[in-house]
């Protein structure tokens, strides 16, 4: 590989035989170039109003360009003005919109973003996923995720056959930075009618729940969250007790379905619903579950 050399002189760096030292040492199509910074999306959100004011006002795009450049610092170029100014782009582009008005739907999205559910980030996208063995439960998240990013048809419950698991995925930054408030910060939404409590602990008990024996259990790594749900329960009827220390951070968990041994994190606390209360849970709140729905009612 050949060594670049470029004379250090300041005259000689800006002018070497009558040719920029870009042109001499950098041929065109063997130029560096550097990549423009991606802006986040607040940010772009924020200059396009700014545009978009602007110009209504007369500005000419070059005095757009200046006034943003001095005012905040950040480089826009002619063309990006020119589409906003013309509503051909918008920062938006392809996200999917979400407003968080509450309802049902986004009360068991956020159970499931609580329970079984993860935020993940791949490059620029910001997704919600869930990855079940139960198709039902993958169904009914898909189609309240679907109901909130205003699709027509449901997300597609895809099957891997790796992990032995119904996975359902949807992006949208906006719904992603919802579900990354702190857990008290959406009680509004859950609390904000009895259907919406429903929804939400129905997903919960969807995605945490247990029924053997005609014993209802549910676990979590937090034991804050088992105890609003306790506190949830009491509202319909329902009481629990818990919750109690389970398994210890460090312990060794075995996946059923792969077989795939993986050591625990966090320690893991559950919480017990009485025996007599059941009919109460099944008639108030229930599974989205089959199996464990015909478990709750034997």
């Not at 009485?274 to 729905?293: C, D, M, W, Y």
Request: net charge positive.
């Amino acid at each position: 590989m050949w060594k670049l050399t470029i004379p250090t002189d300041h005259v000689t760096t800006t002018i070497h035989n009558g040719r920029s030292t870009a042109r001499t040492y950098f041929p065109i199509g063997e130029r560096p170039r550097k990549a423009a910074p991606y802006l986040p999306l607040d940010t772009r959100l924020k200059l396009f109003h700014v545009v978009k004011e602007l110009r209504s006002q007369g500005l000419s795009y070059g005095q757009l360009q200046k006034h943003i450049f001095d005012t905040t610092g950040r480089e826009l170029s002619k063309s990006s003005v020119s589409y906003w100014v013309r509503g051909i782009h918008n920062p938006l582009g392809r996200v999917n919109a979400f407003t968080p008005t509450a309802c049902p739907e986004l009360a068991y999205v956020i159970g499931v973003a609580l329970s079984d559910g993860n935020l993940n980030v791949h490059e620029h996208h910001r997704e919600i996923l869930l990855s079940v063995t139960d198709r039902d439960f993958a169904e009914e998240f898909s189609r309240c995720l679907a109901k909130l990013l205003h699709r027509a048809l449901p997300y597609k419950v895809r099957w891997s056959e790796k992990r032995k698991r119904c996975i359902v995925q949807g992006a949208s930054i906006f719904l992603y930075k919802f579900l990354s408030h702190r857990w008290l910060e959406l009680k509004p939404w859950i609390e904000h009618c009895n259907k919406c409590t429903v929804c939400y602990l129905r997903a919960f008990f969807d995605g945490e729940g247990c029924i053997s024996r005609r014993q209802l259990t549910i676990s979590n790594t937090n034991v804050e969250l088992l105890l609003y749900a306790r506190e949830l329960l009491r509202k319909f009827g329902v009481e629990s007790t818990g919750p109690y220390l389970g398994k210890l951070a460090g312990t060794v968990l075995k996946d059923s379905q792969t077989g795939k041994l993986y050591k625990r994190k966090k320690n893991c606390y559950y919480s017990y619903v009485s025996v007599r209360n059941l009919p109460q849970f099944a008639e108030h709140i229930g599974f989205t579950i089959e199996r464990k729905q015909r478990r709750l009612r034997a």
